[in-house]
Antibody, heavy 118, light 112 residues
Framework: EVQLVESGGGLVQPGGSLRLSCAAS????????MTWVRQAPGKGLEWVAS????????LYVDSVKGRFTISRDNAGNSLHLQMNSLRAEDTAVFYC???????????WGQGTQVTVSS | DVVMTQSPLSLPVTLGQPASISCRSS???????????LNWFQQRPGQSPRRLIY???NWDSGVPDRFSGSGSGTDFTLKISRVEAEDVGVYYC?????????FGQGTKVEIK
């Protein structure tokens, strides 16, 4: 059974940093793109960042470029999101996602809450 | 960025009746590889999103066949042939043709 378990969320002051992690199991982690998607309170979904299976490339939405860094550890089956210079508008539930746009491969974690507030 | 516009944003439906959600993109979603990467997601109350449909009309595993997707270019539709109580939630279209991938605003489906 595929499992994606996020951790690392919490309350942080504006300008602060957090590192999210996602522990993956039940599939060959190193074969798949991995992604972070977020959802602000009461709002819709936003695709934040994606990383290639071998970590040779990544994509970021403009609103987080230069502040967030996505990375992965294929030996340890984990995905990470380093978030710096956090803003109030980054407050959201962050989901760890593995998905293939061309096939029926799609799995989401339960999410971890990030709150940026003084 | 590609703007995805859904309508309606709220959809009260009667159990057993059909429902339809429209999604329009600000530019064609036909990829240079010939595929159209348009997905539909369901988010039930208190749950993570779940993909229902990929590449316009392909079902993900475990999705009931009362859900169907159609469309091309910039106009797409999700249909539920007969709404059941478990279908209550918010539905999102999402494009994966042009980075950054973008979602529609969501359509809230509720039972009348």
């Amino acid at each position: 059974e595929v499992q994606l378990v996020e951790s690392g969320g919490g309350l942080v002051q504006p300008g602060g940093s957090l590192r999210l992690s996602c522990a993956a199991s039940g599939f060959t982690f190193s074969n798949y793109w991995m992604t972070w998607v977020r959802q602000a309170p009461g709002k819709g979904l936003e695709w934040v960042a994606s990383i290639k299976p071998d970590a040779s490339g990544y994509l970021y939405v403009d609103s987080v470029k230069g502040r967030f860094t996505i990375s992965r550890d294929n030996a340890g089956n984990s995905l990470h999101l380093q978030m710096n210079s956090l803003r109030a508008e980054d407050t959201a539930v962050f989901y760890c996602v593995t998905e293939d746009r061309g096939s029926g491969w799609t799995h989401w974690g339960q999410g971890t809450q990030v709150t940026v507030s003084s | 960025d590609v703007v995805m516009t859904q309508s309606p944003l709220s959809l009260p439906v009667t159990l057993g009746q059909p429902a339809s959600i429209s999604c329009r993109s600000s530019r064609s979603l036909v990829h240079s590889d010939g595929n159209t990467y348009l997905n539909w997601f369901q988010q039930r109350p208190g749950q993570s999103p779940r993909r229902l449909i990929y590449k316009v009309s392909n079902w993900d595993s475990g999705v009931p066949d009362r859900f169907s997707g159609s469309g091309s270019g910039t106009d797409f539709t999700l249909k539920i042939s007969r709404v059941e109580a478990e279908d209550v939630g918010v539905y999102y279209c999402m494009q994966e043709t042009h980075w950054p991938w973008t979602f529609g605003q969501g359509t809230k489906v509720e039972i009348k």
